[in-house]
């Protein structure tokens, strides 16, 4: 079964910035497309960001353009995500997902939360 | 971009008896391969999203098959056929065909 699993969430300042993580595993990593969508508290989905295979292609949400960064590790099985100038309506759990078809998500991991708050 | 709205928004059922969502698109989501690509996703009370159809009608493997989509163009529905108990959250449909892929606002299901 696929695992995916997020680290790296926690309380951060307005203006902070955080490092999310997500180890897969028990899937060939390097085949699927991956993303990041979050969910603020108590309301509905938001894709983030999404990138290819080896990374060569990445899309953003263009209200979080240049202050969110994808990214990914294919010889760790890893996925990232750079989040930068965090603004109270970035407080949210993030998952980790991956795109198994064009289109579609088929898998997603447990969530970090992230809270922006002074 | 593509704008999802879901009807209800809130869906008291009663066990045994069906429910029904409807979700709208803004434009199209017929792909230039032909393919529409409307997905449906079931979020369990404190649990991660589940995708339950994709591709409009297809039903993931170990999806009960109470639960069915339907829908062309801009017009879709999820149906469940008997709700039970364990059908209780919050189902999100989510276009794939354009990117940003962008989500319905959720319907909560409860049980009456």
């Known amino acids: 079964e696929v695992q995916l699993v997020e680290s790296g969430g926690g309380l951060v300042q307005p203006g902070g910035s955080l490092r999310l993580s997500c180890a897969a595993s028990k899937f060939t990593f390097s085949s699927y497309w991956m993303g990041w969508v979050r969910q603020a508290p108590g309301k509905g989905l938001e894709w983030v960001a999404i990138i290819n295979q080896d990374g060569s292609d990445r899309y953003y949400v263009d209200s979080l353009k240049g202050r969110f960064t994808i990214s990914r590790d294919n010889a760790e099985n890893s996925l990232y995500l750079q989040v930068n100038s965090l603004r109270a309506g970035d407080t949210a759990v993030y998952y980790c997902?991956?795109?198994?078809?064009?289109?579609?998500?088929?898998?997603w991991g447990q969530g970090t939360l992230v809270t922006v708050s002074s | 971009d593509v704008v999802m709205t879901q009807s209800p928004l809130s869906l008291p059922v009663t066990l045994g008896q069906p429910a029904s969502i409807s979700c709208r698109s803004s434009q199209s989501l017929v792909n230039s391969d032909g393919n529409t690509y409307l997905n449906w996703f079931q979020q369990r009370p404190g649990q991660s999203p589940r995708r339950l159809i994709y591709?409009?009608?297809n039903r993931d493997s170990g999806v009960p098959d109470r639960f069915s989509g339907s829908g062309s163009g801009t017009d879709f529905t999820l149906k469940i056929s008997r709700v039970e108990a364990e059908d209780v959250g919050v189902y999100h449909c989510?276009?794939?065909?354009?990117?940003?892929?962008?989500f319905g606002q959720g319907t909560k299901v409860e049980i009456k």
């Open positions: 997902s991956r795109a198994g078809i064009p289109g579609s998500i088929d898998s």
């Open positions: 591709k409009v009608s």
């Open positions: 989510m276009q794939g065909t354009h990117w940003p892929w962008t």
